[in-house]
């Protein structure tokens, strides 16, 4: 639309220009075109021809001199510079067959305005375009900010995004809720008539990938009227004023159209809180406080719908929040168990699939995996398949891109000594053994100690049966650990440490710190909240709400926490020594083990092994 109009615009200029140019050529050149053909000559052939009594009529002119000469019967015109020559006009005069006078070149009154006042005009604005031009390529900024306060919002009418419903698995609430806005725009006369009104906004809240740009394209695919579509950072300008004018600019559009969605992708580039702060962000508070008066200015049941997502609902102005503005939250929070199922037979149906794909078994093993993350691993799967020149995906494909996913590709040709290799091998042996050994702990998977380009060395697997949406105190400190068991094992059969736990030092001091800050899982404090999350659905950073002194009491029953488990650890692999040693030979061997193998063993008596 907005490529169109700009193409007019462009066209209608370079149409004025050419006017304007043939205006000029005209009025200027045209005159100057004299019909007889003149012959330019020297000033003493011009005398020559005086003296010789040929020529019949001359015409004197500011800088040169016209004469028509008449020899052997034949009329000719000629040119030449004028010479200043005092005596020329006695001459003539003294001739009597000469007719001569002389001539004033005029410009027209067309002719002056042309060149003193069009002309310049026409190339001052030629200027200015090329320099725009330029610097709006250079810079994009004044390149956008030339174009003084349009939005660029994308007009979608109805299934151009080709998305629908139907794309969009597991969140069921999220469509449920939206599903309505679309049936309001639909038939707005059901709702008029029981006299309730809609939601002017609704705001799509959760982690990256779950989705919720996807919701949005899928409710313009359903909604069967005009969607505005546009992102937070698309009203961020570069001169103050002018994203606000952009809001403006967008309402009216939208007004216009009404009934309508408009949707704003990524709000907190423009809804962050109004802190008040010195030297504060004006550009950015002015089109926050132009779309609170947008919202609050356009009639709820005219139709227009206004929806937004973000990531940060915490940072958002608690103004956009309030009841007549923002007041419906549509959270798109990560898949579960089904959710994750769902998502991934929808990415599956364009890809050719062998026969029978388990796609719970797929689901369970990627807890905590948003839609993004398991779109990714579906494409890996199928990218897979291709690599290896078949022509569809199978079970082992998908298996192997989850890890692909989590850890990174393998790295074939990593070099490791046997020795490294052993120690890589106890080490997770340690963890899975600590795991299998304890009740509330999830089952061992599978265990690799093939590296990873991730640069994890070598995992050990665990996927619950079922998902899991609660953590008990028991399940916390099995979980630190089967975390420090991969150290354990280390430290009792090589009688050293290595490196290559600090992957799970920082995992289990991060849920050790939880058990106590969070959690109130801690001998020394009861239910007492000692730090924040600030970021809730970006990585969940933590802020501690407490004093020093409680500060170095937390580290210390971190520490005690992590201890126990460490200790706890040891002594189960203490306990099945032998049996650590077996599963670890086992493992360097085969490199790979699922988690039945490794039960088999567990549960074998060593001789039946053997035999
Ligand atoms: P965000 O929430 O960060 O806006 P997106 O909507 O951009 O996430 O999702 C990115 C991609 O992840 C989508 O294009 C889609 O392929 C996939 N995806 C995310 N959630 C789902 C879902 N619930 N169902 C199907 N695909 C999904
Ligand atoms: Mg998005
Ligand atoms: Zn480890």
Same mark, same amino acid.
């Given at each position: 639309? /907005?490529?169109?109009?700009? !193409? %007019? ?6 149409? @004025? $220009?050419?006017?304007? =140019? +043939? ?66 006009? /006695?001459?003539?005069?003294? !001739? %009597? ?6 001539? @004033? $070149?005029?410009?027209? =009154? +067309? ?86 009104? +809609? ?413």
């Amino acid at each position: 639309m /907005e490529e169109n109009k700009n !193409n %007019k615009q462009h066209f209608a200029g370079f149409a @004025i $220009v050419c006017i304007i =140019l +043939l205006l000029v050529f005209n009025a200027v050149v045209m005159p100057n075109i004299s019909t007889k053909p003149i012959k330019e000559t020297n000033y003493s052939f011009f005398l020559k021809q005086i003296e010789e009594n040929n020529v019949r009529q001359v015409q004197i002119e500011s800088d040169k001199i016209k004469f028509e000469v008449n020899a052997d019967g034949e009329k000719k015109t000629y040119s030449t510079v004028r010479i200043d020559d005092p005596g020329l006009v /006695e001459r003539l005069h003294k !001739n %009597k067959d000469i007719d001569f006078t002389g001539k @004033i $070149v005029e410009q027209s =009154l +067309l002719q002056q305005i042309v060149i003193g006042w069009i002309l310049p005009f026409v190339f001052i604005i030629l200027m200015f375009s090329l320099v725009t031009k330029i610097l709006g390529k250079r810079m994009g900024g004044l390149g956008n900010a030339m174009s003084f306060g349009k939005s660029n919002a994308k007009i979608y009418v109805k299934a151009q995004t080709g998305k629908t419903f139907e794309d969009v698995a597991g969140q069921d609430e999220a469509k449920e809720a939206l599903e309505e806005i679309v049936d309001f725009l639909h038939n707005p006369r059901k709702y008029a008539e029981i006299g309730a009104n +809609l939601p002017k906004g609704a705001l799509l809240v959760g982690p990256p990938g779950t989705g919720k740009t996807l919701l949005a394209k899928a409710v313009a695919g359903e909604a069967n009227v005009p969607f505005f579509s546009i992102s937070g950072s698309e009203f961020v300008e570069m001169f103050v004023g002018m994203g606000a004018a952009k809001v403006r600019d967008l309402f009216s559009q939208a007004n216009q159209k009404a009934p309508c969605i408009v949707f704003i992708d990524e709000i907190d580039t423009i809804g962050k809180k109004r802190d008040g702060q010195l030297g504060g962000n004006d550009e950015r508070e002015q089109t926050l406080n132009q779309l609170l008066t947008e919202m609050d200015g356009f009639d709820g049941k005219k139709g227009v719908v206004i929806l937004a997502a973000t990531n940060r609902p915490e940072s958002l102005d608690p103004a956009l929040l309030r009841p007549g503005r923002f007041d419906r939250r549509i959270p798109a929070e990560l898949p579960d168990l089904a959710g994750r199922e769902a998502i991934l037979k929808v990415h599956a149906k364009n890809i050719k699939l062998d026969e029978d794909i388990d796609f719970k078994s797929i689901a369970r093993a990627t807890a905590g995996a948003s839609g993004a993350e398991l779109a990714n691993i579906v494409n890996e799967a199928a990218l897979r398949a291709v690599r290896n020149d078949r022509t569809f995906v199978t079970q082992t494909d998908l298996d192997e891109s989850v890890e692909v996913v989590i850890a990174g590709y393998q790295r074939k040709n990593a070099v490791i000594s046997q020795k490294e290799k052993e120690i890589i091998a106890y080490h997770e042996i340690g963890h899975a053994l600590v795991a299998a050994k304890q009740k509330d702990s999830a089952p061992v998977h599978k265990i690799t100690i093939i590296p990873r380009t991730s640069g994890a060395l070598g995992y050990t697997m665990q996927v619950d049966e079922e998902e899991k949406f609660l953590m008990s105190k028991e399940e916390a400190m099995s979980r630190i650990a089967v975390l420090t068991g991969g150290r354990s094992a280390e430290e009792l059969v090589f009688t050293t440490c290595t490196s290559g736990a600090s992957n799970d030092i920082e995992k289990a001091t991060k849920l050790a710190r939880a058990m106590v800050t969070r959690y109130g899982m801690s001998n020394s404090f009861d239910m007492m909240a000692l730090e924040t999350i600030t970021n809730q659905y970006l990585g969940g950073d933590a802020s501690l709400a407490c004093s020093a002194e409680t500060a170095s009491k937390i580290d210390d029953e971190v520490n005690n926490i992590i201890k126990t488990a460490h200790t706890e650890a040891s002594r189960i692999l203490t306990e099945n020594i032998e049996k650590l040693h077996e599963l670890a030979k086992y493992l360097l061997e085969k490199e790979t083990i699922t988690g039945e193998e490794f039960m088999n063993i567990l549960n074998n008596e060593p001789q039946a092994i053997a035999a």
